[in-house]
């Protein structure tokens, strides 16, 4: 089955400065790529995805980078806030019968320091 | 809409003691998942339907957990006896059709003592 590693698990940032959190995965098959951001207490919302025909998206202060190559994906947050600290996912799946198995990356906690 | 809606929100209930946590998901979802998540194993397919029809319930740990959804608007994970292993949130979650977006509701936050 697929795995999803992602680095680094903690981020510390000043406000203003971008952050990168980067993540891999091992099936080949895989074409659809979300990232989801979970505050404290709170459930994971996706902010951005990205599918294996483009190799980047942006919206505002966020974007995602995908080598399908070297098989990952990264995401990128310019001009920090407080705001975004919070833990962030990344998660695969598969195009077909199978692209309900998202597996999830073990998260990023960023910290946007005021 | 109101999103995807669990309850109860928290329970916190005695190691052997039968536990019941229910969804409602999106309004014309056809898909719905129910995930585990804990700080060691991260987030986890515990369950997937399709049409309320179980497709995958590789991820169910073992035979104290059951789910079921008796039809598109209603379903409930059950774990019979509870161990305090179980102690996890419990997120329920629902996509319009598979490998789509998934909307995740607020979690079930099971303290099993």
């Known amino acids: 089955g697929e795995n999803v590693e992602q680095h680094p698990s903690t981020l510390s940032v000043q406000e203003g400065d971008s952050a990168v959190i980067k993540c891999t995965y091992s099936d080949s098959a895989s074409n659809y790529f979300p990232w989801y951001k979970q505050e404290l207490g709170k459930r994971p919302q996706l902010i951005i995805d990205i599918r294996s025909n483009v190799g980047e998206k942006k919206d505002q202060r966020i974007a995602v980078t995908l080598n399908k190559t070297a098989k990952h994906f990264s995401l990128h947050i310019t001009e920090t806030q407080p705001e975004d600290s919070a833990v962030y996912f990344c998660?695969?799946?598969?195009?077909?019968?199978?692209?309900?198995?998202?597996?999830f990356g073990k998260g990023t906690k960023l910290s946007v320091i005021p | 809409d109101a999103g995807v809606i669990q309850s109860p929100r928290h329970e916190v209930t005695e190691m052997g003691q039968e536990v019941t946590l229910r969804c409602k998901p999106i309004s014309g979802h056809n898909s719905l998942f129910w995930y585990r998540q804990t700080m060691m194993r991260g987030l986890e397919l515990l369950i997937y339907?399709?049409?309320?029809?179980?497709?995958?319930d590789s991820g169910m740990p073992e035979d104290r957990f059951s789910a079921k959804m008796p039809n598109a608007s209603f379903s409930t994970l059950k774990i019979q006896p509870s161990e305090p292993r179980d102690s996890a949130v419990y997120f329920c979650a629902s996509s319009p059709t598979s490998g789509n977006t998934i909307y995740f509701g607020e979690g079930s936050w099971l303290t099993v003592v």
């Open positions: 998660a695969a799946s598969p195009a077909g019968a199978g692209s309900y198995q998202l597996t």
């Open positions: 339907f399709n049409n309320n029809v179980p497709i995958d």
